[in-house]
């Protein structure tokens, strides 16, 4: 089990802060600032992106005492309750553990008494589409009249796997995979603060190993700091997640640009002697001639990419076709 000290740390406190999600978290300013909340929100997307956090945040936003209209003040009563997650009124429910209908009976009990001390009584269901279909029929009947103080807030990682039912009751809001610039802009600020020094290339190496999720780059940073103190650098970077480096992919899809047999060979026995995982080096290979193709087909917008890693790519693409790269795709 991971500690996710710094996840817990460094978890956004504002929408604000809410990290590469702004289509989201503007739409939801925009709604507490004109007072129009909705009673039931549905939040999909990949896992680490920031659901729970937002959700979180709207609980504050609706029930903050000092501000109440737009981003919570995090320093009244209430917003620090539901920081602390002492909130009575904010009552996180994760699907993935209590899946059985008995809970969603006794929410749908309990549902109907006004909150004791807040505006609005929350409920967060995380892990939403785990929940059985009887008590998702069960919480539907909640959801077709809600009571006018209750706010649900369903996330998931799995859209289609939602009750067309419910989700046509909720507002849905797509979370999307975060940006691997956003990643390293984050574990910079985390870094700074942290005091730990690392390599900028290291940090774009970290961002680009963690899928789009906040969450895993920081538990990751988190394991590297426990590991290396507080100086970290590229090769380290490296150890711990087992990868081969942009240099020796950039080697190999060199050799394949020149179609440099002999050098493509002795690339890979290098990568396969220094220990590294084979299967990771063709993943690294195929997202990297993925990126080469995008940009050779002029899609540069798409790149997700650091801006000195695109200028070696576009080296790499004046001296490639289209087909060159679709074959060795
Ligand atoms: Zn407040």
Redesign the pocket.
Known sequence: MESQVFYRKWRPQTLAEVAGQEHVTQTLLNALSSGHISHAYLFCGPRGTGKTSTGRILS?AVN????GKGE?????E??TAITEGRAMDVIEIDAASNRGIDEIRNLRERVNYAPGKARYKIYIIDEFHMLTKEASNALLKTLEEPPSCVIFILATTEAHKVLPTIMSRCQRFDFRRISQNDIAEKLNQICDSEGIKIEREALNVLAKNSTGSLRDAENLLEKLSTHYGSDINLNQVRDMLGITGNERIKELVEHIVNANITGGIKTINAINSDGFDLKQLNRELIAYLRGLLLLKTGYSNDLDFTPEETVVLAELADKSTVEQILKAI
């Open positions: 504050k903050c005492t000092s501000n919570p003040c995090n320093t009244c209430m917003c």
